[in-house]
């Protein structure tokens, strides 16, 4: 029997690595007025920093934080 990939549950985020070589983490964070879904985004340059940065947003969703993707703070 062929082995699969661990998939993350709904609402857990995604972890991938760009066509750059650098790692970027995604989490849907709710709803934006025109009632899109709101999708933040953190790039690193580390699997280990992407990894860190993604519970970092989930644990700010927790604490009902309005957090910001990068593009979101230039």
């Known amino acids: 029997m062929p082995t699969t ?11 991938y690595q760009r066509a750059d070589g650098k790692w970027e983490a995604a989490l849907y964070v ?3 007025p025109n009632g ?4 933040r985004k953190a790039v690193t340059a580390t699997k280990t920093e ?3 940065r ?3 947003m989930q644990g700010d969703i ?3 934080l ?3 993707s990068e593009k ?3």
């Open 30 to 32: 709710g709803y934006g």
């Open 66 to 68: 309005d957090i910001e």
């Open 50 to 52: 992407a990894k860190r």
């Open 5 to 15: 990939k661990a998939r993350r549950a709904n609402g857990e985020g995604a972890l």
């Open 54 to 56: 993604l519970a970092q």
């Open 62 to 64: 927790e604490k009902n």
């Open 36 to 39: 899109r879904r709101k999708r």
């Open 72 to 74: 979101d703070r230039r």
